[in-house]
């Protein structure tokens, strides 16, 4: 198993522990660090280990990123109804 592997099951772990804990804000402060550090580990993954494994962490962290994601969709759903 690559680095990038290991490090993208540790940022699972730390996410669900992270969403375990609680907080004020709902857990928003959490969830943008998590999206800052998830989204160039995605890359590093889809670099040394292709699309495959890629695409499982970007589900995974969907899943448990869930709301962000969420918003995100009912967003563009409302940019491309304008």
Same mark, same amino acid.
């Given at each position: 198993?690559?680095?990038?592997?290991? %490090?993208?099951?540790?940022?699972?772990?730390?996410?669900?522990?992270?969403?375990?804990?609680?907080?004020?804000?709902?857990?928003?402060?959490?969830?943008?660090?998590?999206?800052?550090?998830? %989204?160039? +580990?995605?890359?590093?993954?889809?670099?040394?280990?292709?699309? +495959?494994?890629?695409?499982?962490? +970007?589900?995974?962290?969907?899943?448990?990123?869930?709301?962000?994601?969420?918003?995100?969709?009912?967003?563009?759903?409302?940019?491309?109804?304008?």
């Amino acid at each position: 198993m690559s680095l990038p592997v290991v %490090l993208g099951l540790g940022w699972l772990v730390l996410a669900n522990v992270a969403g375990m804990i609680p907080a004020r804000d709902n857990h928003w402060a959490r969830a943008w660090a998590l999206i800052a550090a998830g %989204l160039p +580990l995605l890359g590093w993954i889809w670099w040394e280990a292709g699309w +495959l494994p890629a695409a499982l962490f +970007l589900a995974a962290a969907a899943s448990v990123l869930r709301w962000p994601v969420i918003y995100l969709g009912r967003w563009l759903r409302g940019v491309a109804g304008r």
